[in-house]
């Protein structure tokens, strides 16, 4: 099973709000990945979590604040967002181990978000 | 950084044609190269991968070809189906401990006509 799963499936909020993405997975993997797509455009990194530690942020604004609870869970929360920022989020989950060896990434069905 | 590039960025066929997606990468470094089929409204599905001490790798209708010297990577589709219809991303990376950071290709969109 190589499932990912991501709640809510789409998502409308005002510039005000405070909202939350969640992504799931059971598969063992202990590195969990934030994406955003914009239309028509490839994914683009926005944090990776490596055993629920932060190991990168590519300078994502402070609107978007990611949490790994647990080995399982990665939440992002959102707030104060732009339109501009309304996209695609996706989630994504790989193994981990020893530098070098390359694993699968997979990614989950990904959260529509429309900031209004 | 790692850069990569992807053509064609649309590619129409005729169904039962076949059809090449095209990768150049800049890092000698990076030692995985994935294949992600994306349909409308959904994630990336992982289609294929191959990893640099292959040279080829073929699963059923599709295929991919790794060449380290020119720091090429192919998709190459078979007898292509409507069902193939979708967005295709190639990425690369380099494994860093604990993590995989991929960087993707611009996309192409592939459409097979019946």
């Known amino acids: 099973d190589t499932e990912v799963t991501q709640t809510p499936k789409h998502l409308v909020m005002g510039m005000t709000n405070k909202k939350s993405l969640k992504c799931e997975q059971h598969?063992?993997?202990?590195?969990m990945y934030w994406y955003k797509q914009k239309a028509k455009k490839p994914p683009e990194l926005m944090f990776v979590y490596s055993y629920e530690k932060l190991s990168i942020n590519e300078s994502v604004p402070s609107r978007f604040s990611p949490e790994c609870p647990n080995s399982s869970l990665l939440n992002l929360h959102l707030h104060a967002l732009q339109p501009e920022d309304s996209a695609l989020y996706l989630c994504?989950?790989?193994?981990?181990?020893?530098?070098?060896?390359?694993?699968?990434?997979?990614f989950g069905p990904g959260t529509r978000l429309t900031v209004t | 950084g790692e850069n990569v590039e992807q053509h064609p960025s649309t590619l129409s066929v005729q169904e039962g044609d076949s059809a090449v997606i095209k990768c150049t990468y800049s890092?000698?470094?990076?030692?995985?190269f994935p294949w992600y089929k994306q349909e409308l409204g959904k994630g990336p599905q992982l289609i294929i991968d191959i990893r640099s001490n292959v040279g080829e790798k073929k699963d059923q209708r599709i295929a991919v070809t790794l060449n380290k010297t020119a720091k090429h990577f192919s998709l190459h589709i078979t007898e292509t189906q409507p069902e193939d219809s979708a967005v295709y991303f190639c990425a690369a990376s380099m494994r860093n401990t604990g993590f995989q950071k991929l960087v993707f290709g611009t996309g192409t969109r592939l459409l097979v006509s019946p």
């Open positions: 994504a989950s790989s193994q981990s181990g020893l530098a070098g060896t390359p694993y699968e990434q997979y």
């Open positions: 598969m063992g993997h202990r590195a």
């Open positions: 890092d000698s470094a990076s030692n995985y």
